[in-house]
């Protein structure tokens, strides 16, 4: 076998990573959509907020435990857990169960908080799995198929989102998803175990915490990205009001909605394929400074635009200017980064 040919294992973890993302934003597309349509715009925003929340306060203690115990595990419970979250989500909106609007709403809340922890354990152990798969000679080869496929399933997966919900329902959107993520945890169950660094078992979950948030602080490189990207993470919030703004401006149906929520994944995948091809050599910093005011310039467009091929061309090119923000700030992680604080930073960055 050539050095350079990812080994069987990786297409496993390819798969896994294809499957389970495609129905992660199919879930995401639905379950924003559902709210808007049962209540209004402001409950969307407290749909991200129960999401977000309990994601970031779990990042602090997931890099710690996955350190801690093999990643394989983890990642298959995770698959098995969102899973039945998806179901959940199915049978509470099936219309022959009568559910009121506020009991729906509940339980979708309810749902999407546990999610929001999942995810926090899911995304940093499949991501630090990686270096522990492939060759140190094949790791850019697989993080550009890892990015890859994770941008493919994310545009996919919010395009099918709402032809599902147009054409199928929205209780049988979630079972499709459903059966989405258990092809992803039986691809998972194919891989190698991946135990503890045994250096790290048995360091107290506070140090390790400590350890990470001093190195970020301490290296100016990576704080100064990081923060650049949060403001822009911030502003860039605006998105979240693509279900108000495709139903009562643009006057699109699910359809629509589907693809204006796949835009800026589509925008950013144009981005790194141009990016893989003709990679930045120089002032960097620069480029992702100019990139950061392009996406806020283009958000600001969307904002403004009350016609539909602009709204998307808006977004389309904020994906555009984002990929360039990841892929200087995975770069610069990359070559600051420790092994051994990986797992601890990889769910806060």
């Known amino acids: 076998m050539s050095s350079d040919k990812l080994p069987k294992e990786f297409r496993h973890f390819i798969f896994a990573r294809l ?11 639905i379950v924003i959509y559902q709210v808007f349509h049962l209540a209004n715009t402001y409950m969307v925003g407290f749909a991200g907020l129960a999401e977000f929340v309990p994601a970031v306060i779990a990042a602090l203690y997931a890099g710690h435990y996955i350190d801690k115990h093999n990643k394989k595990n983890i990642l298959v419970w995770s698959y098995a857990f969102y899973m039945f979250c998806g179901i959940t989500l199915a049978l509470i909106s099936l219309p022959g169960f009568g559910f009121s609007n506020t009991t729906q709403l509940t339980v979708i809340f309810s749902v999407v908080f546990c999610t929001g922890i999942i995810r926090s354990f899911a995304g940093p152990s499949a991501n630090s799995m990686i270096a ?3 060759t140190r000679e094949q ?12 941008l493919i399933s994310s545009i996919g997966g919010h395009a099918v989102g709402g032809l599902l919900i147009a054409f199928i329902g929205i209780s049988n959107a979630y079972f499709i998803t459903a059966a989405l993520i258990l092809t992803a945890g039986i691809f998972a169950l194919q891989l190698y175990p991946k135990p503890p660094v045994s250096s790290l078992e048995n360091e107290p979950m506070f140090t390790s915490i400590k350890k990470g948030f001093s190195f970020v602080y301490h290296n100016k490189n990576l704080l100064g990205v990081l923060s650049l990207d949060l403001f822009a993470v911030l502003f860039g919030g605006a998105v979240a ?3 108000e703004v495709a139903s009562t401006i643009l006057h ?9 929520n796949a835009a800026m994944d589509l925008g950013s995948l144009i981005s790194i394929g141009i990016l893989v091809k003709y990679p930045m050599r120089q002032k960097q910093g620069l480029k992702m400074l100019l990139a950061v005011a392009g996406f806020g310039l283009c958000i600001i467009i969307f904002g403004l635009s009350k016609v539909y091929w602009l709204s998307f061309m808006a977004l389309l090119v904020a994906g555009l200017f984002d990929a360039v923000s ?4 995975g770069t610069i992680m990359q070559l600051y980064t420790p092994d051994e604080l990986r797992d601890v930073l990889l769910p806060l960055i």
């Open 19 to 29: 499957f389970f993302v495609l129905g992660l934003r199919m879930i995401t597309t």
């Open 241 to 243: 009001f693509i279900p």
């Open 132 to 134: 522990a798969i492939v």
């Open 252 to 260: 699109t149906g699910p359809i629509g909605y589907g693809f204006l």
């Open 139 to 150: 790791l850019q080869k697989a993080i550009s198929y890892n990015s890859s496929t994770w």
């Open 326 to 329: 990841v892929v200087v700030r």
